[in-house]
Structure formats: structure tokens, C-alpha cells
């Protein structure tokens, strides 16, 4: 009965009610899309008056925490419950590549050798735990949104700045895994 959810859905499935959302918010409670802002209402909540930063009333913006709290619950309630029983499907030319590098372990979708507590401990750890997390953060801050911030609502809204923040988040994301996360997993 639920085995039409514990498989991955199209694109074309997937995508459209990802869109949907866009204005559903708007037309529900006038609210736009978004995850990273939550991070700074967190902060604002448990730093109060510390940081100017964090000075503002995140009271008003509560519906967002609540959002993001669905979203993990959500996320943890499928992987749980409707988790796909079928190993994942990579490429066998990704396979052989990341074979290369020592990442052979395909039973999660992080690979297990990269990303644990051990690893952490390693130069390659650091640098794609600690400062990849860093940089994500640091770059959501100054693009003033994420991804789903910019690409989903932001376009949806025709905003230009979010036209340029979506290039260059793909550009950002070519350039790394072409060029630079290669070199990281030699390290």
C-alpha cells in the first residue's frame, strides 16, 4: 500500500508540489519560503539582547521555527517509516571514481568514510565538516537566503537578486565538485 512513498518520485511529481508551496504560504498566512532565517530566530530566542544582531522580536517570525521543525520531524518520520528498502543507485562511473578516493561504503547517503565522528578528527574531516558548515553558513548570510530562500521563492517572486544568488549557488556547486572536492579527497 505505501510503496508508491518509499520510492524516490519524479521530478515532475516532486517538483510541482515543492512550487506549490510558494503560494500556498503566500495565500495561507502571507509567509515566504525560506530555512536559514530560522537559524538566526534560534539564536535570537537564546542569545536575547546580547548580540545586535539578534535584537529584533523573532516572536513574530515563530511560524518559522515551527516550520523547520516539521521539516526535520518529517524528514525523520519518512527515513524512519517509509524509508526506501533498495540500496542506493549511484552511477558505476561515480562508483569507480569514488573508489579512487577511498569512499566505498554506499549504504547511507553520506558516505560513511567522510562523514562520522573519526573523521572529524582528519584534515579532509575538518575541512568538509567544519569549514564547508562555516562557509554554507557564511554564504546563506551574505546571499541574504538560501537555496530554497532564492531558488524556490525568490524566483517564483521574479526577484533579480534571487536570479543572480541561484547562478551563483549553481556556479559554487559545479566549481566544488568538479575542481576542489576532488582535490579535498586526496587529502
Known sequence: MLEWLQKPWPWYVAGPLIGLMVPLLLLIGNKTLGISS????VCA???PARIPFFRYD???????????????GGGFLAATFL????PIAVHEKL???LQGYGITDHSSMMPVELFNWPALATIRGCILMIVGGFLVGFGTRYAG???SGHSIMGLSNLQPGSL???ICFMAGGFIMANLILPFILQL
Not at 523573532?58 to 526535520?72: A, P
Open 145 to 147: 537566503g538560501c537555496t
Open 95 to 97: 562508483l569507480t571514481e
Open 83 to 86: 524509508g526506501n528498502p533498495e
Open 164 to 166: 543572480v544568488a541561484t
Open 45 to 47: 530566542a537564546c542569545l
Open 38 to 41: 530560522s537559524l538566526r530566530h
Open 58 to 72: 523573532w516572536k513574530k517570525e515563530i511560524w518559522n521555527l515551527f516550520f523547520v521543525t516539521g521539516v526535520l
